[in-house]
């Protein structure tokens, strides 16, 4: 499958003019000890911040990270079973969101979503230019889910340019099956991109799949799982061709060197990552299981949170402020189709808040 670029891209170029001494040393294949040539101030003491981080912070913050983020990558496609060239690290989900709009869809073309998924992509794709078309979620009696068959009719009817889909959902916390999304893939126009956030694959109950496929980004965060939020750590799954036309626009040095050496380092021991990994799923089922003793609708979820249907926006909203008086904050979608559910993240301190909690039940159900 070979889909269009924007025709401002699809040319050799933009080249990156600062690849970055890393690249230049794993070129030659040996380090570069006298680093006279990209002005970074490499004497600067730091005695506050060595006093305050350690030395190891110091040592790392006075010199631009490896703009390719290579040890990064390498770790990732060793642990994914991939080909380095499938991987691309940027500075968190986020921005590999952005990424994907400024490298796969021009101004005015049209781009497909939900109607009140992940707020930040349609945030960028109006930033970005692009027309944002909002397909309403599927609604029965399980709950909420991203309407796959309308995000394809969709796509059709407006000639699309990319449709964006995360999976698991935020904020319904809903799961569709690999075979789902390729399906998807496979019902899209063959010149539309499917921009897959898979911010929240983590916490799945079952294993997925990270195989590149045709036609789709996928995009992963390490702000979840890996408890990296602070740090900005992401990357993304796809094609060597696709991967390629993405680095054309992405920001030269856009993780630091502490990102990369923490993120790399994280990796190196799987093990406090799985731990983690588990211990939020049990959390997320603890939190589920005291808010049903409260009387509350709680949706199915696969993510790091769980998601409470409230009757409308007003009683969602009501319910948010007598949380909120007692210093509990838990989110409130702002889109109109889905302000009626309030976010809560599975930490052990969810447990402890709103077991406590005065006045918690379900007025409204009761």
């Keep these: 499958m070979k889909l269009p670029f924007p025709a401002h891209l699809q040319s050799d170029g933009p080249h990156n003019p600062f690849p970055g001494l890393k690249a230049l040393e794993r070129r030659l294949g040996r380090e570069i000890p006298h680093r006279l040539g990209s002005n970074e101030g490499l004497d600067m003491p730091h005695e506050v911040l060595t006093q305050h981080f350690g030395e190891a912070f110091a040592s790392h913050i006075r010199s631009y990270g490896d703009a390719e983020a290579y040890e990064l990558r390498q770790r990732i496609s060793q642990q994914l ?25 021009a101004i005015g073309e049209s781009v497909v979503c939900s109607a009140g998924t992940y707020p930040t992509f349609a945030y960028f794709a109006q930033g970005q230019g692009c027309r944002l078309i909002e397909v309403p979620y599927f609604k ?15 796509a059709h009817q407006q000639k699309a340019r990319l449709v964006y889909l995360a999976n698991p959902d935020n904020p319904s ?5 690999d075979a789902d999304v390729l399906a998807l893939r496979q019902s899209l126009p063959e010149d539309c991109w499917l921009l897959l956030d898979e911010a929240y694959h983590d916490f799945r109950e079952d294993p997925a ?62 093990q406090e990552v799985t731990a983690h990994i588990e211990a939020v799923k049990h959390r997320r089922r603890q939190l589920t299981h005291l808010l049903q003793s409260k009387g509350f609708n709680v949706l199915p979820s696969y993510t790091n949170f769980v998601a409470v249907v409230m009757p409308n926006g007003e009683a969602a909203s009501n319910l ?18 889905m302000n009626h559910l309030l976010r809560i993240t599975a930490l052990e301190d969810a447990l ?5 909690c005065k006045g918690l039940e379900n007025r409204v159900a009761r």
């Design 140 to 154: 029965n009696e399980n709950g909420l889910a991203p309407n796959l068959t309308a995000l394809a009719e969709v």
């Design 352 to 356: 402890e808040a709103l077991s406590s």
């Design 81 to 105: 079973d991939l080909a380095i060239e499938n991987t691309l690290v940027d500075a968190g989900a986020d921005s590999l969101l952005a990424l994907a709009l400024r490298g796969l869809v």
């Design 173 to 177: 916390g809903h799961q569709h099956s």
């Design 320 to 337: 948010q402020n007598r949380l909120l008086e007692q210093d509990i904050l838990v989110t409130r979608p702002a889109h109109a189709d």
């Design 209 to 270: 799949s990270s195989n590149p496929i045709d036609g789709v980004l996928r995009v992963r965060s390490f702000s979840k799982a890996q408890g990296l939020a602070g740090l900005r750590v992401g990357y993304a799954i796809g094609s060597v061709e696709l991967l390629s036309q993405l680095m054309k626009v992405r920001i030269h040095y856009a993780l630091s060197s502490v990102s990369l050496a923490a993120a790399a380092l994280l990796l190196d021991h799987p």
